[in-house]
């Protein structure tokens, strides 16, 4: 039951903050910081699943290299999603 209350919690800050930080009718003041926030926390997940990979280079070669060319990969989704959704939105 708690982890379902705190999933449903972290979904509404999560999705919240993306749908505010999309919002040109929002302050620049709290926009900008919001888009940090998303950016760090992403930027996070991903350089802990290149840890990971990297740790696992030593006991598995194989599937040390398979994570962190699924790391690469979310790194460019992301860098591709955030170019779309910020980005290119906010030259027009």
Excluded: H
Excluded at 26 to 38: G, Q
Excluded at 51 to 64: A, P, T, V
Aim: hydrophobic content about 60%.
């Amino acid at each position: 039951m708690l982890d379902i209350l705190i999933e449903f919690l972290f979904e509404l800050i999560f999705e919240g903050t993306i749908e505010i930080s999309q919002n040109r009718k929002i302050s620049k003041w709290l926009r900008y910081p919001l888009i940090l926030i998303i950016i760090i926390f992403f930027s996070l997940i991903i350089l802990l699943i290149i840890y990971l990979g990297l740790s696992l280079l030593k006991e598995n070669i194989l599937l040390g290299f398979l994570i962190i060319i699924v790391a690469i990969i979310l790194l460019i989704g992301s860098i591709i999603k955030f170019k779309n959704v910020y980005l290119d939105k906010y030259e027009k």
